[in-house]
């Protein structure tokens, strides 16, 4: 396990110096979902600290396992409307919004004392029905309905392109969100977070300017039973 952290950690500063950067302006975002706590606590026992679940239960179960260390939790899932609040309670940063309803119940569930939610905004860039995301022409608007909501803190975009595996084609889709990043920044938004990249592709996300990869087959092997129910 802790030859495979630094390995990546390897993959990572490499990918991130050639696009002239530093390793740590790229956040390892480890994707844990399906994979048991006691595979978190040797990640984080190699100084990983950031991770992504997808499932709320699964979740939930591992937070209160690993309360004793000092990770900050990502939940990178799809979230329906009636399972916001122990998002809001128990996560810093929600990837994947693509809803205003959703936002607004984050917003409206973040408990007072705690800092805002961190928030990326999902964009579908192929406009594939199977997956969440807003359509890059809806973007603009939700940014600004989301920016105005006080709980949250909207941070960036994030996005999950089709499966490729030319890297010419995987810089397409990565440059595009960062372009849709640059033009809302353009227009008065103040985004930092390019959450783009997973296993088969975080090289070439790293390249078109991504702040956080999230990865999780490449760190942790194959995933175990992933349940359906809540995708
Ligand atoms: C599962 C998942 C990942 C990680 O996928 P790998 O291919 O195992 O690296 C990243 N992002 C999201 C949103 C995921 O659901």
């Known amino acids: 396990m802790p030859e495979f952290v630094r390995r990546l950690r390897e993959r990572i500063a490499a990918a991130a110096a050639r696009s002239g950067r530093t390793a740590e302006s790229v956040t390892l975002l480890a994707v844990a979902k399906a994979q048991p706590a006691q595979l978190i606590r040797a990640a984080a026992a190699e100084g990983v600290r950031d991770f992504g679940e997808s499932y709320l239960d699964e979740a939930l179960e ?4 690993l309360q004793d260390l000092p990770l900050t939790w990502h939940f990178i899932g799809r979230l329906q409307a009636n399972k916001t609040r122990p998002v809001a309670e128990r996560f810093a940063w929600v990837h994947g919004i693509d809803r205003l309803r959703i936002a607004q119940r984050l917003s409206a569930q973040r408990p007072f004392h705690a800092p ?6 999902q964009v579908n860039l192929a406009a594939e029905a199977a997956k969440g995301g ?4 809806d973007l603009p608007a939700l940014a600004r309905q989301l920016a105005a909501l ?5 941070r960036g975009l994030m996005c999950i392109p089709p499966q490729e595996s030319d890297p010419v084609r995987q810089r397409q889709w990565f440059a595009q969100l960062r372009r849709l990043q640059e033009a809302l920044n353009a227009g008065g938004a103040d985004l930092d977070t390019l959450s783009m990249g997973m296993s088969g592709d ?3 996300a790293i390249l078109e300017g991504a702040t ?8 942790f092997g194959p995933r175990g039973q992933e349940p359906d129910s809540d995708p």
Do not use: M
């Open 62 to 65: 591992k937070l209160a396992l």
């Open 116 to 121: 805002a939610l961190n928030v990326c905004i």
């Open 134 to 137: 807003v359509s890059p022409a």
């Open 212 to 219: 956080v990869v999230r990865i999780g087959t490449a760190l």
């Open 150 to 154: 006080p709980r949250l803190k909207l």
């Open 202 to 204: 975080f090289e070439s």
